[in-house]
T-cell receptor
Framework: DVKVTQSSRYLVKRTGEKVFLECVQDMDHENMFWYRQDPGLGLRLIYFSYDVKMKEKGDIPEGYSVSREKKERFSLILESASTNQTSMYLC????????????FGDGTRLSIL | DQQVKQNSPSLSVQEGRISILNCDYTNSMFDYFLWYKKYPAEGPTFLISISSIKDKNEDGRFTVFLNKSAKHLSLHIVPSQPGDSAVYFCAASATNTGNQFYFGTGTSLTVIP
């Protein structure tokens, strides 16, 4: 069974801090994704990666960056956290083409004070 | 602009009856569609998918119907069970955009015992 693990379930940070959210998958998947989920807006794609050291912007990349140094790990970085980045963050991974479903972690509830 | 829409934020159904969740999309290039189920404090889990070459896909109690001309898909759950109570997201992708999926805003289903 695919396991996608997000390092923290809950995180509280202050405005202006640099925040790291970590995600690890154990199925050797090529593709990894970061989403945020907000009420009334569903899941919105922030960044994704098709391979090590590769990254692509999603729909809402502003204020975020990512790092993929190893195939199993995909990090989301909030360069200078702001209150409008308070959200649920979900990491996902998938293999192959679009017909393969994405497997999600349990999410990180991030609060920026 | 939201390319995938779920216009019903919530739905309540009696146990044993049929649940019908609806999803509309605007991009005619979408050719692969998925439904995910999400319980509170957990990540979304894949439920069922359909490719644009089909108009129906069935898996046990779950059936997805696709109407390409109307750009509409629906998920039928028969019979509904209390354990089906969750938020359901539809997602769509176009083969030429790689693995990027566009998610709807979700419908919260409550199955009343």
């Amino acid at each position: 069974d695919v396991k996608v693990t997000q390092s923290s379930r809950y995180l509280v940070k202050r405005t202006g801090e640099k925040v790291f959210l970590e995600c690890v998958q154990d199925m050797d998947h090529e593709n990894m994704f970061w989403y945020r989920q907000d009420p009334g807006l569903g899941l919105r794609l922030i960044y994704f990666s098709y391979d090590v050291k590769m990254k692509e912007k999603g729909d809402i990349p502003e204020g975020y960056s990512v790092s993929r140094e190893k195939k199993e790990r995909f990090s989301l970085i909030l360069e200078s956290a702001s209150t409008n980045q308070t959200s649920m963050y979900l990491c996902a991974s998938s293999s192959g083409d679009v017909s393969q479903p994405q497997h999600f972690g349990d999410g990180t509830r991030l609060s920026i004070l | 602009d939201q390319q995938v829409k779920q216009n019903s934020p919530s739905l309540s159904v009696q146990e044993g009856r049929i649940s019908i969740l609806n999803c509309d999309y605007t991009n005619s290039m979408f050719d692969y569609f998925l439904w995910y189920k999400k319980y509170p404090a957990e990540g979304p889990t894949f439920l069922i998918s359909i490719s644009s070459i089909k108009d129906k896909n069935e898996d046990g109690r779950f059936t997805v119907f696709l109407n390409k001309s109307a750009k509409h898909l629906s998920l039928h759950i028969v019979p509904s069970q209390p354990g089906d109570s969750a938020v359901y997201f539809c997602a769509a992708s176009a083969t030429n955009t790689g693995n990027q999926f566009y998610f709807g805003t979700g419908t919260s289903l409550t199955v009343i015992p």
